[in-house]
């Protein structure tokens, strides 16, 4: 039996290794290789170390050089900026309204909560004009602000659904206590709620900042 736990080990931190490596590899070549020459690159000997590192590339990307005109730094920032903020705004806004119809069972609710599914699986083609226009008109457009209220209504159906979810699953016992001592709606959902949802908030801001606040980076 022991022998057999042993190879069962064995067979699992080879397994880790390798996946370890598949996944690590892309990142070592991109680091590698942009500490590399341009005649260095060309050779493609992506896995070789540089001979001698190009620490100066990313000053170059950055602010820009004769073999980088286009300066990385200003479109960092505001992709920086409006990622940080599309996320943040959206578990928010997304928590307060799957909360609203995981715990509220009316008419009203379930015709939200359809709205919000159609929303959620709403191709981006078919509402990228409609966008568009609404921040032309309204100014906004070429900004930080509109883009951060366009990344907004695109992600707050999906923060409220998942949000949502995980409430379901909350037992309403603790929501019940507060309210006997006197609690309100928001202050139970600030001071029991929030504090124990912050793994599922966790998992939304992720996937919201990977999957589709990252898009940003074109502003």
Same mark, same amino acid.
């Given at each position: 039996?022991?022998?057999? %736990?042993?190879? !069962? ?21 991109? !680091? !590698? %290789? ?19 590192? #190009?620490? #100066? ?6 602010? $820009? ?20 903020? !599309? ?5 928010? &806004? $997304? $928590? ?11 008419? &009203?609710?379930?015709?939200? &909560? ?10 981006? #083609? ?15 457009? %070429? ?43 928001? #202050? ?32």
């Amino acid at each position: 039996m022991k022998s057999r %736990n042993s190879s !069962v080990k064995l067979l699992v931190i080879v397994v880790l290794i390798v996946l370890s490596c598949a996944y690590l590899l892309p990142i070592y070549v991109m !680091v !590698v %290789n942009s500490l590399k020459t341009l005649p260095e690159v060309t050779r493609m000997t992506y896995l070789a170390l540089p001979s001698v590192p #190009q620490w #100066q590339n990313y000053a170059s990307a950055l602010f $820009g050089s004769r073999d980088f005109l286009i300066p990385m730094a200003r479109p960092i920032l505001n992709s920086t900026i409006i990622t940080v903020s !599309v996320t943040l705004l959206a578990c928010f &806004f $997304g $928590g307060l309204g799957g909360y609203y119809l995981s715990r509220t069972v009316t008419p &009203f609710t379930r015709f939200v &909560f359809i709205l919000v599914g159609i929303a959620l699986y709403m191709p981006y #083609q078919a509402i990228i004009i409609p966008l568009t226009t609404l921040t032309a008109r309204t100014g906004l457009i %070429n900004s930080h602000l509109g883009l951060i209220m366009c990344y907004m209504i695109i992600n707050i159906p999906l923060a409220s659904v998942l949000l949502g979810t995980f409430f379901l699953g909350l037992p309403r016992e603790l929501e019940e206590a507060a309210e006997v001592d006197g609690a309100s709606k928001i #202050q139970t959902f600030f001071s029991i709620v929030l504090p124990i949802s912050l793994p599922a908030y966790a998992s939304v801001a992720i996937i919201i900042f990977t999957r589709y606040g990252t898009s940003s980076s074109s502003a």
